[in-house]
């Protein structure tokens, strides 16, 4: 496919696209261009190194010189069970199973409504219909090798069409890695939610052993459109997860973002938002709760491309011991966007003295008649405040617990879905001494 001289840490994907290219020979002709084009992007670029600056604070080099092999579809007995730890969501029409990157519907439960279209990516792969409208149009490739790379591997996913017009319901996609020698997964969600639709879709990713997710998720809200969209990010020890979400809004669309990191050895997350239509409105919240070493790096762009345009972005991170954090988040005016309101905020409490934050807010803008703002925080728990509940009778370790909690719960309490909040409290209970009468409650 290529006579380039490559670097060391891509021959070994060279291979893999090769591999993945005699696998589909079904695939439409659209899609094997598409793949051919990402892959030599991705085997000319490289892996980004910390002398980019979009990743001058993380280094992939653990993914890059990694000896992955791609995920074959064998699934053990034991994975049932770890499926159903994963069930996270009350309020739900659907749960869609994936496992080592492929859809497993003997552990799906397909029932949507009428008005919602699901389809497994590698059928859309061989005969696409809406889904060569935008498949790699709206991910980003500027600066995007990991985009590219999942275009190249990809083989499976999820196709969700929304009708116009349709109302009230939550898909939840269960994505589950699980290995005792490194695989690499590539999983590729595409959702169009229809004019004025309301749609709301839940991504768990969870894994053990050492495993390397590379999860590429591309939006399109036509006019009118809310998308309430979550990713929760529940890697083990050894598990590296590197994805990005993209969205493109029409008129009169809203999207509501919650990102979630609760682990992973290396996790990076790009979300990339354009307000393409007057009236367009998007709010991004995230919480990430870092222990052991840790790493979390979660890169936001919200581009306001047309007037009257909003967006609010709340961001929050609590790490303890050796763990780091990294925020980075930009604010595009263009230069006929008038009458902007937007706001972006950062928060970092750190619990240890060993722990890193790192945060640069930022904006860009090219138009005059705006009212934007941005800032962030890092700093460790107020001593005047523990002074004061311990002087009420509250032990330290329970008055750092108290205080931790409530740090979060400006966060938790913007998550829409019920069953969500109550299980991430559960899991800052789990880690956080609080005082009984609390716990109880």
Not at 158 to 163: F, I, L
Request: aromatic residues 6%.
């Amino acid at each position: 496919m290529t006579t380039m001289t490559l670097q060391p840490e891509v021959e070994l994907w060279s291979a893999h696209f090769g591999a993945v290219r005699e696998g589909s020979t079904g695939e439409s002709p659209a899609v094997t261009a598409l793949r051919d084009e990402a892959a030599t992007r991705f085997l000319a670029a490289g892996f980004p190194t910390t002398a980019d600056e979009e990743w001058k604070l993380t280094s992939v080099a653990p993914i890059a010189r990694g000896a992955w092999r791609l995920a074959d579809s064998g699934i053990s007995s034991a994975m049932g069970a770890e499926v159903e730890k994963q069930r996270l969501v009350d309020e739900v029409a659907s749960e869609l199973v994936f496992i080592n990157g492929a859809f497993v519907p003997s552990l799906s439960s397909i029932d949507l409504p009428a008005g919602v279209r699901f389809r497994p990516l590698r059928e859309a792969l061989v005969s696409p219909e809406w889904e060569m409208e935008f498949l790699g149009k709206i991910a980003r490739t500027t600066d995007r090798p990991f985009s590219d790379l999942n275009t190249a591997t990809m083989r499976d996913g999820a196709s969700v069409d929304v009708a116009p017009g349709f109302r009230g319901s939550a898909i939840h996609l269960i994505f589950l890695t699980s290995a005792e020698d490194g695989i690499a997964v590539a999983p590729r969600v595409l959702l169009r939610a229809g004019r004025g639709s309301e749609i709301t879709l839940i991504e768990s990713h969870a894994g053990s052993g050492p495993c390397f997710t590379n999860a590429v998720t591309e939006i399109l809200a036509d006019d009118g459109a809310v998308v309430d969209h979550y990713r929760i990010i529940r890697e083990g020890s050894e598990g590296h997860h590197v994805g990005s979400i993209d969205v493109l809004q029409n008129r009169d669309s809203w999207f509501r973002s919650r990102l979630i990191g609760l682990g992973g050895k290396l996790v990076r997350t790009d979300i990339d938002a354009t307000l393409d239509g007057p009236g367009a409105g998007c709010s991004l919240d995230g919480l990430y709760l870092l222990r052991g070493r840790d790493h979390f790096d979660a890169h936001t762009r919200i581009v306001h491309a047309k007037p009257h345009t909003q967006s609010l972005e709340l961001y929050k991170g609590i790490l303890n011991d050796a763990s780091r954090g990294v925020f980075n988040g930009i604010i595009v005016v263009r230069p006929d966007a008038q009458k902007i309101t937007s706001g972006q905020v950062n928060k970092n409490l750190l619990l240890s003295n060993e722990a890193i934050a790192d945060s640069n807010p930022q904006l860009e803008i090219h138009a005059d008649d705006v009212k934007c703002s941005h800032g962030s925080t890092i700093g460790q728990l107020d001593e005047t405040a523990l002074f004061y509940l311990q002087s009420r009778g509250i032990g330290l370790e329970q008055a750092r617990g108290l205080l931790t909690y409530a740090f979060a719960s400006e966060v938790l309490e913007r998550m829409g879905i019920e069953s969500i909040r109550r299980r991430l409290t559960g899991t800052l209970l789990e880690i956080l001494p609080l005082p009984a009468s609390m716990e109880e409650s």
